[in-house]
């Protein structure tokens, strides 16, 4: 867990990450509106591409290496970084230090690992934002990314935005804390195994009746809403940021 | 053979190791009162089915003889030499039922087919207990030899309220280990013999005893006895 | 040619039986232990101290190893010495040879598993019957433990009493469960009275003392090192640990995460064979450390982590991947995470690096861990070296055994684009373009999932517009 600034800041880069700038650029545009209505002015490094996970994951270091010393490059001012991803946010904050060890940007590494913010997280302590529901009642299920939980635990920050809509009501299906079974290039690499494990995840939320899938990590919900697309299931999938910005505007 | 220690030990001392030796940090688990150490002591042998006889250091030996008649329990193994031996045989004779009592006097192998074929129940003495798990520790001796807890179908252990520890590191204590060497065997025993292996579910009796019965002699001083 | 690790797995995922029956065990398992930690601070306080006292047993390890074998002499017990699988079931089978022993029991022992040591015997012509009641289950039907700890967690009690009953003369069908461990008892308590030998593991040797510590709730494991005139433990280098107060808090991380039991009904302290005087317990003992690998796991001071294993078997209780393809789709001795990590480095990455494919690095397994092993980081390391381009001049370990010329050109490619902001703008903004003509097929992804949509613009796209937009409006 971040240690929380003491004051809220005037500035704060943003990094969008590869998969909501392509599949979900919505929920890019409405954390930034989120932050921004709070007086805070977001700086996107029109550079960034991706943190670099997907190789560093396959066991592809030095093109990792590359990719994350290009992305260190770009966030070097003392402002925070918010990430609208755990799983990215996590390889950032926890890999980079790791992954550059030796490289002549371990240090930078290291300061921008000290200001890395996942987007809940931020919003919750770093700001303490309060939230205003607009939007009709509606039944959600949260799906928390197994890097939410395990890497970046920022599980109940992301609650506590949440419980803030008071017209929203959260559901929690079986085996809540299970891996949907993403993993990124596992699902590619193992997509027997990857598909079993969302299988049993999209049946656990069918079973809840609800028809709203939000999460913080868009790989997730990339997974589980495509699975549940291809089942012709009438489920919605969002990303946080969406849902927030979506009912407090 | 005696190159693959050298080889071992070599490859281990030439490797690099960035773990450094690092002050164990105490944990410390908080010293029970006596009431406190009783009524753990009864919750976790209760929740491993090991069975609690409340009693003292006059009247336990009735309490076997009723356990022994209610049970069926004919043909004990008792210690070749203890006073707790002593004492039940000096008593054998007023149970309802009689009693066969084989003292474990000879060698293993002498005793063998007796012990595995013959026996209905053992008692043993312990060395102490520890509250926190419903543990007994025993430590088999010339007196008191291992199999005696191991082999009957039905184990009799006496417990004395005065050696009662709250938990292991306690125990450890008491014992005076590793100062006093280490007894060939010492054994934490916390419940009859039991397995889940077959779909998690739990059987009692697996190979070793399928009963154990600690007869509980409240003989410490503190005056919270009653609790 | 054997089955893929991937092939394994899906023919277990197809196997309706076989998931339930994991599935249901893991639920169990989960929740037993989850049961026993309830008070978080304590669990990590407990879990720091365990990672610190096995991080020091491995920081003096050869001295610890040592010192164990001195003090095991000074006790009476013999102390062997092993480099391989080989060696070790060599030294056991001689000194059966020269007892003249033909009939072994065995208590639950993975090092005796990692050797091969029934097949090693049975091939002298003795007898080794295991008599864990899982491990005897699984002899019966000639095949391997699928748990560290739950060998026949496979099968359920219905296809155990099919077993028992093709299996055992004069044994009828029951799946009553107490009837069933009444069978093995019975027939397992002839083997251990006539055994010439006990075979068993270990779970903590103690160097300051010499004595030998077994954890189990059955009571073979005692029938094993009590009743035989002969007991051998086996056991792994790594198993040492320094003191005997180190032993209750490594102790109770052990049971209450593998079984969720607060301690198990046996804690065996063994430290000398049965000595003058004494009327039981086995006249020769014997210890065999076995390396297999694991002195060049410890040449690495990353993967040295791997050593710190007490093998309570949480990882795999709580592993996605395990709950539903179960622990023979793993193909080796020791599955799940633990496996993953254990298997390619004592057996070689070539042999077993594509195991290391069957994690979505969620980390549940580190999070559970009693000794804090970060399993998904170990994964991930032994997924480098498996792919590495640099190949090393002795390489034994099977550094970059798995590199494949497409996927490593995939990778470069995928670097050239995403190191490039303006290559990457290009390739974006034309997959943004293309949208509607993306096809609808992209091999494995699509066989489970439909096809994901490209939204029209990308987000580096509205944010330009956007700051356009507001530069226009400063501009007013």
Known sequence: MSEH??????????????????????????????????????????????????????????????????????????IPVVVPSASCAAMMKHHYPRLLEGHPLHAQA??????????????????????????????IVLHQSCSARREMQVT?????LLHQLENVEICEPERASECCGFGGTFAIKQPEISAAMGKDKCDAIKKTGVLNLISGDCGCLMHLSGMMAKDNAPIRSEHIASLLWRRTR | MSSARENILQRLRGASKNIKPAPIPNMQLPAMSMADRLTQLTNAMQLAHTQIIDTTESEWPAALLLLASEQKLKHWLISSASASAQKFADNAGLCQQPLTLTRYNKSFALLKETVFHQIDASLTDTAGAIADTGTLLLLPSVAEPRAMSLVPPVHVALLRTSTLVSNFNELIVQQGWPDNAMPTNALLISGPSKTADIQQTLAYGAHGPKALIVLLIHDHKELDRNH | MTPTFRQRATDAL??????????????????????????????????????????????RLPSLLEQLEAQCQKNGIQV????????????????????????????????????????????????????????????????????????????????????????IDGVGYTNNVDELIGVGRTILRDKFFKADVGISGVNFAVAETGTLCLVENEGNGRMCTTIPPVHIAITGIEKVVEKISDIPPLLSLLTRSATGQ??????????????????????????????????????????????????CGACMNH???YSRIGGHAYGTVYPGPIGQVVMPQIEGLEKHGEMTEGCSLNGACGEVCPVEIPLADLIRTLRQKKSAAAIPPDNRAGIGSHRKKTEAIAWMFWKWV??????????????????????????????????????????????????QATSKEDQL
């Open chain 1, 5 to 78: 600034t003491p004051s809220i800041p005037a500035e704060v880069y943003f990094f969008g990450t590869c998969l909501i700038d392509v599949f979900y650029p919505d929920a890019g545009i409405s954390a930034i509106e989120l932050i921004e209505r709070e007086g805070i002015k977001v700086i996107f490094p029109p550079q960034q591409t991706c943190c670099g996970q997907p190789p560093y994951n396959s066991g592809y270091n030095d093109e990792a290496i590359e990719v994350a010393a290009a992305q260190i490059a770009l966030f070097t001012r003392p």
């Open chain 1, 110 to 139: 290291l300061n921008l690992a000290n200001r890395i913010y996942e987007f809940s997280e931020f919003l919750s302590n770093t700001v303490n934002i309060t939230l205003q529901d607009k939007g009709p009642p509606i039944k």
């Open chain 1, 156 to 160: 109940t920050q992301t609650m506590q």
């Open chain 3, 14 to 59: 197809a196997d309706k039986a076989l998931r339930s029956n994991f599935r249901g065990a893991m639920d169990f398992l989960r929740e037993k232990r989850a049961s026993v930690f309830t008070d978080e601070r304590e669990l990590a306080e407990l879990r720091a101290l365990g990672h610190q006292i096995r991080a020091n047993v491995l920081s």
């Open chain 3, 80 to 167: 062997h010495w092993a480099e391989t699988p080989n060696e070790a079931c060599e030294i056991i089978y001689q000194i059966m040879h020269r007892r003249n022993a033909k009939l072994a029991v065995k208590g639950k022992s993975m090092v005796s598993e990692e050797v091969g040591l029934n097949h090693y015997l049975e091939t002298r012509g003795i007898e080794c019957i295991e008599s864990d009641m899982g491990e005897y289950i699984v002899q019966l039907a000639e095949e391997t433990p699928s748990h560290i700890i739950m060998p026949a967690i496979h099968k359920s009690k219905e296809q155990i009493a099919r077993l028992f009953e093709e299996k």
């Open chain 3, 262 to 311: 607060r301690i198990t009904t046996y804690f065996n302290m063994i430290s000398s064979p049965r000595k003058k005087g004494e009327r039981d317990g086995p006249e020769e003992v014997h210890l065999v450390l076995l390396d297999n690998g694991r002195s060049r796991i410890y040449q690495d001071t990353h993967l040295q982590e791997t050593l710190r294993c007490i093998r």
């Open chain 3, 319 to 321: 592993c996605p991947v």
């Open chain 3, 418 to 467: 995403h190191r490039a902001p303006a290559i990457y703008l290009m390739v974006t903004f034309a997959i943004s373009r293309l949208r509607l003509l993306m096809p609808r097929s992209f091999g494995a992804w699509t066989r489970y999932h439909s096809a994901p949509k490209p939204a029209p613009q990308t987000l580096h796209e509205l944010m330009r517009h956007r700051k």
